[in-house]
C-alpha cells in the first residue's frame, strides 16, 4: 500500500458531494469552480454558454450597458447583476440556481485599479462593494463546442494549447468614459476550402461572439496583425500546410476597455481570469432568443 | 387677379384630405410622402423616429439580419417586414397604421443590380416583387431634433445644406455573403466645450446610431478620414473658428454593404434616396425599449 494523499481524497469526497448536490452540469462546474476543484472550464458543461466576466463601480455601469450594447460582436451581454448584489442576475435565464455568487464561482479573477492590472485572486469576497455591477460576456468556449461537433476542432484544443489572442484595429465604438479601445480578436487555422463551413457553425453564436471578423492572411493584414505566429496573448497556434488564420471577437476586450478607460475609472474594477470563465445556464437552445445578447435591463 | 395654378389647388386639397385622414403626424407624413407632396424628410413629424431602407430578396434576409444584429451602430434595426408584405412591419409598433406601404410611403427610392446603382424612382410597385423583404434601419434625423432642442442645432439644418458623409475605415463586422464593408459616417462640426453635451444628448438613441464615434482632428486621422472639407457624399460644411469634427455613424451603411457584396447579391435590391426617409410611428419615447434595436423576428 502507498501513502494516502489526504487532499486528493477531501477533493474527491467534496467532488462527489457537489456531484449530489449540484441541480444541472452548469450548477456543478460552478460549485467545482468555487471551490477551485475546476480551473481552465474549457470544455466543462457542453452545451451551456460560458461566459466573460467584468465587475465594475455602479457609477459606469450606463456607460458600459451602452458599450455592450453597440459593440455586441466583442462584448455581447449575456447578463447583469443587480448593483451590490452579487447572487442575482438579470435575466433570470442566465443563472437559475438560488445557490450562485459571483464573487466566487470563477475559478480565477483579476483586480484593474486605475486601468492597470494589479493582482489575480481565486475570489472577490473581500474586494467586492455593494456598490459594484458584474456584466457577463458571452465567450467563444461556447462556440469551440459546435466546430468540434462538425469535425472542426480549434487546433488549440488539440495541442492542449491556450488560443491565440491579438490586438488588432477593429475599433471598439465608445460609450460615455469608455472610448480610445480596440478590439481583442482569438485566432484558429484553418484550410481554406473549410472557410465557409467554419463561418455557417458558429455564425448562430451571435451571442457568443459568432462568426469570424477576417480570415486569411489579406483579413489579417486588414485588421492589423502583421505576424501571426507573435500573439499578444496566449500561445502561438501550429500551422500545417495551407492553412490560414481565421480571427473572431474576442471576450478580452472589456479588460482592453477598461485599461484605455484608465484613470476615467475610480474605485477597483474585476474580470475574470483568460480561459477562466463562468458556466451559466444559458444553452445552445437559447441561442435564438439571445440573439446578439440581452438588454441589461 | 392673377393666373390660378391648378396643381398648387390640386396639391392643397390633397394636402387637407391626407390632414383629415391621417390618424398621426407620422401617418400624415407617409401619405405626404406617398403622394410626393413632402420629399426631404428632414424635420418632418418631431419626436417620430425615421428609417433608412433596405430591401433584398428573400435568401439573403437572414444574412442581413444577422449583419444588422452584429453592426448596431451603423446598422440598427428598427423593423422588418414580412418577406413579400410591403404592408406589414414586426415588430408592428414601428408601423401602427394599416394603410401602409413600404413601395409608395417613402418619397424615393435607389435601385441596385449586382452591387450597382443603376437608378432612382419616387415608387416601387412595379419592381417589387413576392419575394422581396424590406429592412428598416434607425436615421440621425431622430437625434438630430434632441440636438436642437438642446441649443446644438445641427451646423447643415442652419445652413439648409445636405450634412457631410464620408467613408471611414471602420470595420462592417461580416455576416454570411455581407463582408468587406466601411461604416459611412456623418459629420457635424461642433466646438470642444460642447463635445460632452453633444455625446450625453445623443447618448440614448442607441437605435438611431446614438453617440458619436469619433471626433476632433485626430478622430478624424484615426477613421481615416483626411480631409474634413471634402466629403464623400452630401456638402461640405462651414467651420466656424475652433470648431472641430464630430462624426456618427450613418444609415447610409448598408448600400455600401450591398456595393461590397456585388455579385454575390443575385436580384434587384432597393434603397432609400438618401435624405428621403421614411416617418415611423416609433417615437422617442421608444428609444429605451429599443434599445440598439429590435431583433427582427
Known amino acids: 500500500m502507498g501513502s494516502i494523499d489526504?487532499?486528493?481524497?477531501?477533493?474527491?469526497?467534496?467532488?462527489?458531494?457537489?456531484?449530489?448536490?449540484?441541480?444541472?452540469?452548469?450548477?456543478?462546474?460552478?460549485?467545482?469552480?468555487?471551490h477551485n476543484l475546476l480551473t481552465n472550464t474549457s470544455g466543462a458543461a457542453p452545451g451551456f454558454l460560458q461566459a466573460n466576466l467584468l465587475v465594475l463601480?455602479?457609477?459606469?455601469?450606463?456607460?458600459?450597458?451602452?458599450?455592450?450594447?453597440?459593440?455586441?460582436?466583442?462584448?455581447?451581454?449575456?447578463?447583469?447583476?443587480?448593483?451590490?448584489?452579487?447572487?442575482?442576475?438579470?435575466?433570470?435565464?442566465?443563472?437559475?440556481?438560488?445557490?450562485?455568487?459571483?464573487?466566487?464561482?470563477?475559478?480565477?479573477?483579476?483586480?484593474?485599479?486605475?486601468?492597470?492590472?494589479?493582482?489575480?485572486?481565486?475570489?472577490?469576497?473581500?474586494v467586492w462593494t455593494p456598490d459594484h455591477v458584474g456584466f457577463l460576456i458571452g465567450c467563444s468556449f461556447s462556440f469551440e463546442d459546435a466546430l468540434t461537433a462538425a469535425g472542426l476542432q480549434p487546433r488549440h484544443q488539440i495541442t492542449g494549447s491556450v488560443v491565440s489572442m491579438f490586438r488588432s484595429n477593429i475599433p471598439v465604438l465608445p460609450a460615455g468614459v469608455f472610448s480610445g479601445a480596440k478590439c481583442i480578436v482569438s485566432m484558429r487555422p484553418y484550410r481554406?476550402?473549410?472557410?465557409?463551413?467554419?463561418?455557417?457553425?458558429?455564425?448562430?453564436?451571435?451571442?457568443?461572439?459568432?462568426?469570424?471578423?477576417?480570415?486569411?492572411?489579406?483579413?489579417?493584414?486588414?485588421?492589423?496583425?502583421?505576424?501571426?505566429?507573435?500573439?499578444?496573448?496566449?500561445?502561438?497556434?501550429?500551422?500545417?500546410?495551407?492553412?490560414?488564420?481565421?480571427?473572431?471577437?474576442?471576450?478580452v476586450t472589456p479588460q482592453m476597455v477598461v485599461e484605455s478607460a484608465g484613470d476615467k475609472v475610480e474605485g477597483l474594477v474585476f474580470a475574470h481570469e483568460p480561459g477562466h470563465m463562468l458556466v451559466t445556464d444559458w444553452t445552445t437552445g437559447d441561442l435564438e432568443k439571445l440573439r446578439s445578447g440581452v438588454g441589461g435591463s
Open 6 to 34: 489526504i487532499d486528493a481524497v477531501d477533493a474527491d469526497a467534496l467532488r462527489a458531494k457537489i456531484a449530489k448536490q449540484a441541480t444541472s452540469p452548469a450548477h456543478e462546474a460552478r460549485l467545482l469552480c468555487r
Open 57 to 126: 463601480p455602479s457609477k459606469y455601469a450606463g456607460h458600459f450597458r451602452d458599450l455592450c450594447l453597440r459593440n455586441p460582436v466583442s462584448c455581447p451581454l449575456l447578463g447583469v447583476t443587480s448593483p451590490g448584489d452579487p447572487h442575482t442576475v438579470s435575466p433570470a435565464g442566465c443563472i437559475k440556481s438560488p445557490d450562485f455568487d459571483l464573487r466566487t464561482d470563477f475559478p480565477k479573477y483579476r483586480v484593474y485599479k486605475g486601468g492597470k492590472f494589479v493582482g489575480s485572486r481565486t475570489n472577490l469576497l473581500d
Open 192 to 251: 481554406p476550402e473549410d472557410l465557409e463551413r467554419v463561418r455557417d457553425v458558429t455564425r448562430p453564436f451571435l451571442s457568443t461572439h459568432g462568426e469570424p471578423v477576417a480570415w486569411g492572411y489579406d483579413g489579417a493584414k486588414e485588421i492589423g496583425i502583421e505576424d501571426v505566429t507573435k500573439p499578444d496573448f496566449g500561445e502561438p497556434q501550429v500551422f500545417e500546410e495551407g492553412e490560414v488564420p481565421v480571427f473572431w471577437a474576442c471576450g
